[in-house]
């Protein structure tokens, strides 16, 4: 069954059981698959032949969830948009898309976009009767969601995931940490939002299992007392966030098995898991098992894993990301596309069955990102990665970027985008971003500016520009020190020194 069948199917079995819990909301799998098709149904009618995605905004609600399915029931591709993402960048992933409607959960100026706004949804679902027919769902190779992620350019790129892709992998994912009979009806925790792909790795192995989605809004991750007394509430089974996300919580002693005795699983994606972390959750988590796993938005959250066992945590090299999932081969290859002899470093490539489709409306990207290899009588979709590793006795080992591009928090960003978006600022000359790298991973960004004007206190005009940009950049991608020059290093190819700024952070 795929992942609309397996809703269906719920619906039918445990009709009460509870799908999703957020905040103050709760709802039903009979509800969820009711007041899904009920929508879906009014936007088959409404948007006609129009099959371009609609966009859905929001922030972690039962009725975003209830938006997106219904979008996918009509046939078309949903877009999720968080509503932390500023005015500005909204309008232009909007431009791009070209919607054929835009269901907001909330408050929203979609300029000349057709908006749907949460009464309208709510009272759609009061007033129709019509379910929608199966005939109608995305499916196969028909894209299923398009999550906008960082562009080198300044401008946010879509990646296309098809519904075959989401159905393979979840195939998978309903195996990481635990068999899929052991999840079945557990508690899964959501950290993420629904427009960031890690959230693919709870929401929908979530209500693959029959299981309840227990959403962690940003309002309580930003609390301490509120996020203890939330984990505690949720009796959660199992766990999937960032490893940061997890750091911040070990910084509580109240985080422990006795806070959630339930808790048997820890699934972390997104960035580099250290030991330290593992050892800290295994202390105060004995019974829980750890699973690292690895993959690019572009490959559908994650293709390698591995359960980190205490041996691992003794070696002295990095904790490695994983063995491929079914359906999913990884090479390693030089800058020239050759392979690199068994346990080199070069770039990490993604082959199978879960590589997206390619970026929406975005064909010259697509050249330089994806590929298509014979392997027998299939041909395979691959994806340069960007990512640097090795391969050891079939094993992946993440090493870092090859490019500028990071990891912060989970959130992959383009360094270049952040500039782009600083040069947006009258102010602003010139400007270079740097990330502030620890124990191998990005803690922060770090802007170097050469200024129009005078810099009379450096302080006040950092806040002033920090400002300023939450006009064009989420706050994850707002740089938290600002350096001001009055001129940039130059290296021996006559280009900026990013090693040498990178040094007066220290």
Request: aromatic fraction near 10%.
């Amino acid at each position: 069954m795929n992942i609309l069948e397996k809703i269906k199917y719920y619906a039918c079995v445990q009709p009460f059981a509870k799908a999703m819990i957020s905040d103050q909301e709760e709802i039903t799998y009979q509800e969820l698959e009711l007041f899904s098709d009920y929508l879906a149904s009014y936007l088959d009618q409404t948007c006609g032949e129009n099959k371009a995605p609609i966009a859905v905004y929001g922030h972690k609600s039962v009725y975003m969830l209830i938006c997106m399915l219904a979008c996918v029931k009509s046939g078309r591709a949903y877009c999720p948009i968080d509503v932390s993402v500023p005015d500005y960048r909204i309008r232009l992933i909007l431009d791009k898309m070209e919607p054929s409607a835009v269901l907001a959960t909330e408050n929203l100026n979609g300029g000349l976009h057709r908006i749907i706004n949460l009464d309208g949804i709510k009272k759609i679902i009061q007033l129709q009767t019509k379910n929608i027919s199966p005939d109608k769902w995305v499916k196969d190779e028909e894209v299923f969601y398009i999550i906008f992620t960082s562009g080198s350019t300044g401008e946010p790129k879509g990646v296309q995931i098809t519904a075959n892709s989401l159905n393979n992998y979840l195939e998978w994912s309903m195996e990481l940490g635990s068999t899929k009979e052991e999840k079945r009806g557990k508690c899964f925790l959501n950290q993420a939002p629904f427009s960031f792909d890690l959230s693919v790795m709870d929401l929908y192995t979530c209500l693959a299992s029959g299981g309840t989605l227990w959403t962690l809004s940003k309002a309580v991750q930003s609390d301490y007392r509120s996020l203890m007394e939330s984990l505690e509430k949720s009796n959660g089974d199992i766990w999937v966030s960032t490893p940061s996300f997890a750091e911040i919580c070990l910084t509580d002693k109240q985080f422990n098995e006795q806070l959630m005795p339930q808790l048997k699983t820890f699934l972390f994606c997104g960035e580099t898991l250290t030991k330290e972390t593992v050892l800290k959750l295994r202390e105060r988590f004995p019974a829980a098992c750890v699973v690292n796993t690895y993959g690019p938005t572009e490959s559908t959250v994650a293709v390698t894993s591995v359960i980190i066992e205490e041996n691992l945590c003794k070696e002295e090299n990095n904790l490695p990301v994983g063995r491929p999932k079914p359906g999913t081969r990884i090479e390693i290859r030089d800058k020239d596309g050759y392979p690199v002899p068994k346990g080199q470093k070069g770039e990490i490539l993604i082959l199978g069955n879960t590589v997206s489709s390619g970026y929406y409306k975005a064909p010259e990207l697509d050249k330089k990102a994806f590929f298509y290899e014979k392997e027998g009588n299939k041909t395979l979709r691959g994806y340069r990665t960007g990512d640097e590793g090795y391969l050891r006795n079939g094993m992946l080992y993440y090493c870092g970027r090859i490019d500028l591009q990071i990891k912060l928090h989970g959130y992959r960003i383009e360094i270049e985008d952040v500039e782009n978006n600083l040069l947006k600022l009258k102010e602003i000359e010139r400007a270079v971003v740097i990330p502030n790298i620890k124990d191998g991973k990005a803690k922060s960004l770090t802007a170097y500016i050469v200024y129009k004007g005078q810099v009379a206190e450096p302080f006040d005009t950092a806040l002033i520009l920090k400002k300023q940009l939450k006009e064009f950049l989420p706050d994850y991608m707002i740089p938290k020190k600002f350096i001001f020059l009055d001129e940039f290093p130059i290296n021996n190819n006559g280009k900026i020194d990013r090693k040498l700024l990178g040094g007066l952070q220290k």
